[in-house]
């Protein structure tokens, strides 16, 4: 199992798990439109890898996770359409049908903070922060930045991030709820493979059908989202994986699951 690699972007395989780095740290991981698109030929390879059960996403270097898109080269966008359907990286983050865990160490701003908001599972080094930046030169940003803000801080500190462009800290992005854990630097990537390789071992088609339950309950009312979970439920209950978990749990046994 051989992922795509490129110069700023790496993928190790470790087990079910597959990690993902952002690796540009001289240039705090910002992202240049060829990486942009190495980044969705990866993320796109590891969603369709039968052997790969959860993706861990990372930045090289201790100062940032991702500083988003390379300023200096959004000007060689011939027009503001070719910008409007430019490749972009968190789109493909978001279509994954696997578990995303977002291991952010330092800067997460502007489309590195989309880039986390699109992850399924945030934790974060204490030394991280996070801002949304763009209105200090003049714009916002476009993906994702505000529904996901909005469902992860709530919509007033949302609104303070988004328009004032002002970081948080580590502390503030725990405390509302941006982030799950916090972790010493030294120790993040490693507890975030931690946790993939602990959702690597769940049945996996379970495992993308939760993701995908909770992305639709973002989009439906609170009657269709019970609806929709039941009717999850019982494709989920169908599948040859769960008549392993029932007859794994009757023998008290460990089970073995095959994706199917």
Known sequence: MTAPQHEHVRAEVDGAVVTITIARPEKLNSVTQEMSKALVAVIEWADAADEVRAIVLTG?????????????????????????????????????????????????FGGGLETALSCDIRIASTTASFAAPEIKLGWIGGGGMSTFLAHSVGPSNAAVMLMTGDPIDAETAL???????????????????????????????AAETAKANLRAAFNMTQDESIRYERDLQTVTFATADADEGRAAFAAKRAATFHRR
């Open 175 to 205: 405390r509302w709820g941006l982030v799950s854990e916090l972790v010493e630097p030294s120790r993040l990537v490693a507890r975030a493979q931690e946790l993939a390789a602990v959702i690597a071992t769940r049945p996996p088609i």
């Open 60 to 108: 090289d270097g201790a100062r940032a996770f991702c500083a988003g898109s390379d300023i200096r080269t959004l000007d060689a966008y011939a027009t503001p359409w070719e910008f409007r359907n430019r490749t972009d990286y968190c789109d493909a983050i978001r279509a994954a049908r696997k578990p995303v865990i977002a291991a952010v160490n330092g800067y997460a």
